[in-house]
């Protein structure tokens, strides 16, 4: 039996996890430590920092996610928010937060940027977002990911009023896509493919956006 | 620092990072207006303005920059110290 719960200090560690997992989305490239030329450990520091905080309108922000449990342990995370709610983009808020948090430490590499910008799929204001989805590897297969993804849309419905929901996803990572499509999102958007050249550096080459229209 | 010479400081850093020469800094600029302005170029930018004008913004102000006119205000703030 899958329960789905609000996230707690607690469960920073988790959560830290789960949003590099689903950033290498099923590989092991961690865009985040390609991009700013740091490690993984480093990263992890960084996503830690900026859940501690709290920062409201970008996607690690605490409250934004919830934790599914099998038998009372965590079996997988998601974090789920309407977007520019506040006026401002979400994806523009973290970029302040990390901007801070890596200070002096990374390498502005403009040529990996500029790769990293061509893919980007920019976020509908209004829409309810899903981002960082993850399944304990323990717990594959029985559901959670659809479970957190009903109870995110139903919560966020419920309170907000918004009739979309979407999730960004790497075009490469066709059992997430059939997951998704089970769950009755279906591709919207997809960006430019940038070809195999990309992938020591990203984990997929390009990015599709599913959405589901929510009825009332 | 007057703001007249911040704006021309942040001008030409604008127009270098976001990839446009026709760019010009209005206080009421925000990523909407510009094409190449994303969430990558944005922390490029911040970088940048920080090593450019010798200062290094707190989170808060970080977060509470809606648009150009926050940031040059925070700059003229910091560069009264």
């Known amino acids: ?216 | 620092m007057d703001k007249q010479e911040i704006i021309t400081k942040l001008e030409t850093l604008f127009r270098n990072i976001f990839q446009d020469d026709n760019l010009i800094i209005t206080e009421s600029l925000t990523a909407n207006d510009v094409e190449k302005w994303d969430s990558l170029s944005h922390l490029t930018m911040i970088a940048e303005v920080e090593k450019s004008f010798g200062i290094r913004f707190k989170l808060k102000e970080l977060i509470g920059m809606k648009n150009v006119g926050d940031l040059i205000d925070t700059i003229q703030e910091k560069r009264k110290f």
């Open chain 1, 1 to 216: 039996m899958i329960s789905v719960r609000k996230a707690e200090l607690g469960d920073i560690d988790f959560i830290t996890e789960g949003i590099v997992q689903a950033e290498k989305s099923g590989t092991e490239i961690l865009g985040y430590s390609k991009i700013f030329q740091l490690s993984e450990t480093e990263i992890k520091e960084i996503i830690q920092q900026i859940l501690e905080e709290e920062i409201e309108g970008q996607e690690w922000y605490l409250p934004y996610f919830f934790i599914a449990e099998i038998d009372g342990q965590r079996a997988g995370s998601l974090c789920a928010w309407v977007e520019n709610s506040g006026g401002h983009p979400g994806s523009l808020i973290k970029a302040q937060a990390m901007a801070y948090f890596l200070g002096e430490k990374w390498h502005n590499n403009s040529e990996n940027i500029g790769l990293i910008s061509r893919i980007n799929i920019p976020r509908a204001a209004g829409q309810i977002q899903l981002e960082c989805i993850y399944t304990h590897p323990n717990y594959r297969k029985m559901g959670v990911a659809s479970a957190l993804i009903e109870h995110a849309v139903n919560t966020l419905q419920e309170t907000t009023g918004a009739n979309t929901a979407a999730i960004q996803l790497m075009g490469n990572n066709h059992a997430a896509l059939k997951a998704y499509e089970q769950c009755g999102f279906l591709e919207a958007r997809r960006s430019e493919d940038l070809g195999d050249s990309v992938l020591h550096l990203l984990p997929g080459s390009f990015k599709i956006e599913v959405s589901k229209h929510l009825h009332g």
